[in-house]
């Protein structure tokens, strides 16, 4: 299993790690998908919806502040909003460079500023609190698309090889690279462009060569299409019990979302 994915999981022997997979996997979706589905405007709803993740984040013995700090990830893909600003329309707020800005596009890019920051912190407490083969055998269970799941199997048993791949290939390019003292080593940023295409190219030639040779030996193990997993024990009413209470308390805050949106 990849390194990488492991080192997110944090072992731990908290009531949240000890949750079944499935149960753990499908109320992470209902969280993200409340959270899409909040009002724009229901200001309200979104301190009780952090303080809902946060909630379940003690429960692993995972700070919330660490949680909002790994969260902020999300803040720079977010700006891809920022177009809302000026196409919205609404009551000028302000004008920049001949563009006006308006109280409802400020509105909009606030909310899907904020929902894109809690939803990642959802998706990362489920990835904090279950190991990545576990959340694999989850999507199994649930009747996830078979070759969905050993697509993902595979990128991440295989995403640091690649990554070794990279890192032999920028040793490569260093080691060619001639610099003098007090001058920084290659040429212009087109030289540069092509190196990149270049190393680019050659990654894609050695992961497809390699992935030939890993199908090559699953095959003569005994391949045929599927990967052989143990049955899924039944899921105990404890679980689901445990699954149902940050189900209900999203219900209650989305149903004070919308009457806050009503009033």
């Not at 904090?128 to 269970?141: E, G, K, N, R």
């Not at 199997?153 to 003292?181: G, K, Q, W």
């Not at 404890?238 to 919308?258: K, T």
Request: aromatic share 6%.
């Amino acid at each position: 299993m990849s390194d990488s994915l492991s080192q997110r999981y944090q072992p731990g022997s908290s009531p949240l790690h000890r949750l079944d997979p499935r149960v753990k996997l499908v109320v992470t979706l209902i969280l993200v998908l409340g959270i899409t589905l909040t009002p724009a405007q229901a200001w309200p709803a979104y301190p009780l919806l952090w303080a809902l993740v946060a909630s379940i984040a003690a429960l692993g013995g995972i700070g919330a502040g660490r949680l909002a700090r790994l969260g902020s990830v999300a803040l720079p893909f977010a700006l891809a909003a920022a177009t809302l600003l000026f196409t919205t329309p609404g009551d000028p707020a302000a004008h920049v460079l001949g563009l006006t800005i308006t109280h409802e596009g400020i509105a909009r890019f606030a909310a899907v500023v904020l929902k894109s920051w809690l939803a990642v912190q959802a998706a990362l407490l489920l990835s904090l609190t279950t190991h990545p083969t576990d959340l694999l055998w989850a999507l199994s269970s649930l009747r996830v698309p078979t070759v969905l799941v050993q697509i993902l199997s595979f990128m991440i048993r295989y995403l640091d090889t690649l990554r070794d791949e990279v890192d032999r290939l920028n040793r490569a390019r260093a080691s060619r690279s001639a610099s003098v003292p007090g001058h920084k080593s290659g040429g212009n940023v087109v030289w540069r462009a092509t190196v990149a295409g270049h190393m680019a190219g050659s990654l894609f030639l050695r992961s497809l060569e390699r992935s030939e040779r890993v199908y090559a030996a699953m095959q003569a193990r005994g391949y045929r299409g599927e990967m052989r997993v143990l049955a899924a024990p039944p899921l105990t009413p404890r679980a689901v019990l445990w699954g149902a209470v940050p189900v209900i308390a999203l219900g209650l805050i989305e149903a004070l979302a919308a009457l806050w949106w009503h009033r």
